[in-house]
């Protein structure tokens, strides 16, 4: 199994969709998680640390359920401008494992 | 600030021949790591740095030097190049104490 495992997409959907994406991970005593964004031939960029009560930053929402070891990201009213991959990213043993990613798509 | 840098963005290699990936960053971050991404794979750490004179293995070590003679700069030594290195590989810095990973632009190399 691997450590980090993401849906790889892609997610097609119309601007102003809500959308949902999980993650699943392996290792039980991981504490820290988060979401990374990468936008075509770029580099990740950190979108937001998720936490344990779950985390909202505008459109976009984290949650973390340590029972069933997954965490979700939650887009409302998506943009084109949100079209990307989602990295979901574990801490395991003080370092990174990343996922291979989601793609989403937004179109008009 | 420039952040986190990386030359070259391109190269091209011969199997066999040797070459150093440059990685620079400003902010006085601690600790230092280089990715490896591919498709299907996510990233994959190769070798990583918690502070000058420190460097220890990641995931995928293997045909990769590393050192950290300054703070500032972590470059990455591929010994003899084979075409299971192309990829796009990523330097990396994060501040002690976070986890928040500020990325390089990439650099893309081919091995044929």
């Known amino acids: 199994r691997k450590e980090v495992e993401q849906d790889p997409g892609p997610f097609n959907v119309p601007e102003g969709a809500t959308v949902a994406f999980n993650c699943t991970y392996s290792n039980s005593a991981s504490q820290s998680f988060f979401w990374y964004r990468q936008d075509c031939r770029k580099e990740p960029k950190l979108l937001m640390s998720?936490?344990?009560s779950g985390n909202e930053d505008g459109r976009f929402t984290a949650q973390l359920n340590r029972a069933s070891q997954y965490i979700s990201l939650l887009i409302r009213d998506s943009k084109l401008s949100d079209s990307a991959t989602y990295l979901c990213v574990v801490e395991n043993t003080d370092k990174l494992i990343f996922g291979t990613g989601t793609r989403l798509q937004v179109f008009p | 600030n420039a952040g986190v840098t990386q030359t070259p963005k391109f190269q091209v290699l011969k199997t066999g021949q040797s070459m150093t990936l440059q990685c620079a960053q400003d902010m006085n971050h601690e600790y230092m790591s280089w990715y490896r991404q591919d498709p299907g794979m996510g990233l994959r750490l190769i070798h990583y740095s918690v502070g000058a004179g420190i460097t220890d293995q990641g995931e995928v070590p293997n045909g990769y030097n590393v050192s950290r003679s300054t703070t500032e700069d972590f470059p990455l030594r591929l010994l003899s190049a084979a075409p299971s290195q192309t990829s796009v590989y990523f330097c990396?810095?994060?501040?002690?104490?976070?986890?928040?990973?500020?990325f390089g632009p990439g650099t893309r190399l081919t091995v044929t």
């Open positions: 990396a810095s994060t501040q002690a104490g976070s986890y928040e990973q500020y």
């Open positions: 998720v936490y344990s």
